[in-house]
């Protein structure tokens, strides 16, 4: 069982930045990719990014330029968050999942450990 805690959500204005962690309990947290996913009120969980068990990273267009992923040897994960819209204002959550490629690293449901969201919001 994989454990994830994200931190350092917050309020920020537009054009600002924030970082995410995401710190994972499990000691083969290496075999694991790992991914970003947002929801905001009403839609559906929106894939941000994954960053690979080898750390390869890969972004939705919507992010690309602005957002980076990236991974420690102390088992935690980062997104950080440049550049920031009003439009990236949701609840952020980090997940854990043995995945086989790219394609199956964008849809939530292929993912088997989840943190507990934290909320960004951008003002204009």
């Known amino acids: 069982q994989v454990q994830l805690v994200e931190s350092g959500g917050g309020l920020v204005q537009a054009g600002g930045s924030l970082r995410l962690s995401c710190a994972a309990s499990?000691?083969?947290?290496?075999?694991?990719?790992m991914g970003w996913f947002r929801q905001a009120p009403g839609e559906e969980r929106e894939y941000v990014g994954h960053?690979?068990?080898?750390?390869?990273t890969y972004y939705a267009d919507s992010v690309k330029g602005r957002f980076t992923i990236s991974r420690d040897n102390t088992k935690t994960v980062y997104l950080q968050m440049n550049s920031l819209e009003p439009e990236d204002t949701a609840v952020y959550y980090c997940?854990?999942?043995?995945?086989?490629?790219?394609?199956?690293?964008?849809?939530?449901?292929?993912?088997?450990?989840w943190g507990q969201g934290t909320q960004v919001t951008v003002s204009s």
């Open positions: 997940a854990a999942g043995r995945l086989s490629s790219v394609s199956r690293a964008t849809i939530f449901r292929n993912y088997d450990y």
């Open positions: 960053i690979t068990r080898i750390g390869y």
């Open positions: 499990e000691r083969t947290f290496d075999s694991y990719s």
